[in-house]
């Protein structure tokens, strides 16, 4: 360790994809940043506010492509730190909402190497709100539910079937390959005919929405070949997009 570095580590939520929704607090601490250790859901267009000579490392995860283990990411961290200063922990969304931010505050603190925390705006509320889709409105849902699609053990979270039998917005992450059982259990709940959406890389100029019915949201989802990052969206809620009304009417005329 350099004994004239000052190591820090800034554990900052890039928000769901677009380069325009990180907080002004995040550029100014990226704009100070001697390395950037960035994930696979953030947007590269971020690295453009730290300084040219800052390290950037890419040390993204996504479903079966780990290019770090999280073991090796916070030794990263800590390292980088020790040895340049100020390290970003740049991670997609917020850092708390299953980006296992806490686990890395927590080996930082376990060396001693100050962390500060700059939220993002989580795709589970973002999206959603992009989408003209509001987690929670009067009269239709009090609460909303925020729930990782798959497990560790990668099977679907026993919070989902709670969730079914609720009148809460459940908004679902990393869910679309559990999709179709996921709503069998919305269908066991009765649910069969809740409005339901699906949003593909949200934000970003990808971005694709279907919009449908529990029963019929895997039918469109195949038909529109929607694919991972996808967010997941079951509730009354979703019939506040103006799309759902053709949604209606469609299957009124099939009825």
């Given amino acids: 360790m350099n004994k004239n570095i000052e190591p820090r580590v800034t554990l900052l939520g890039a928000g769901p994809g677009d380069p325009d929704l990180l907080t002004l607090k995040g550029v100014k601490a990226l704009q100070t940043a001697d390395v950037v250790l960035y994930d696979a859901l953030t947007n590269e267009a971020l690295l453009e506010h730290a300084p040219s000579a800052a390290i950037k490392v890419y040390v993204g995860k996504r479903s079966g492509e780990h290019s770090h283990s999280q073991d090796a990411i916070n030794q990263l961290m800590i390292d980088y730190a020790l040895n340049y200063g100020h390290v970003v922990r740049l991670k ?19 060396y001693n190497v100050p962390v500060s925390v700059i939220p993002g705006i989580s795709s589970s509320i973002g999206v959603p709100g992009l989408q003209q889709i509001p987690v929670t409105h009067r009269g239709l849902s009090e609460s909303f539910w925020v729930i990782t699609g798959t497990t560790t053990n990668g099977q679907i979270s026993d919070d989902i079937y709670q969730a079914a ?64 990052p996808a967010l997941l969206i079951f509730g009354e809620v979703v019939s506040l997009h103006p799309s759902f009304k053709n949604v209606i009417k469609q299957y009124a005329t099939i009825s």
């Avoid at 997609?92 to 376990?110: H, I, K, N, Q, T």
């Avoid at 069998?184 to 971005?207: D, H, I, R």
């Fill in 92 to 110: 997609g969304g917020d850092p708390f909402v299953f980006g296992r931010g806490y686990e890395e505050l927590d080996f930082a603190a376990s």
């Fill in 165 to 228: 039998n609720s009148n809460a917005t459940v908004v679902i992450l990393m869910g679309l390959k559990q999709l179709s059982k996921i709503v069998e259990v919305f269908k066991a709940a009765g649910k069969a005919q809740l409005p339901a959406a699906v949003v593909q890389n949200g934000s970003t100029e990808t971005e694709k929405l279907v919009i449908s019915t529990v029963e019929n949201i895997v039918a469109k989802v195949q038909e529109e070949k929607i694919q991972a």
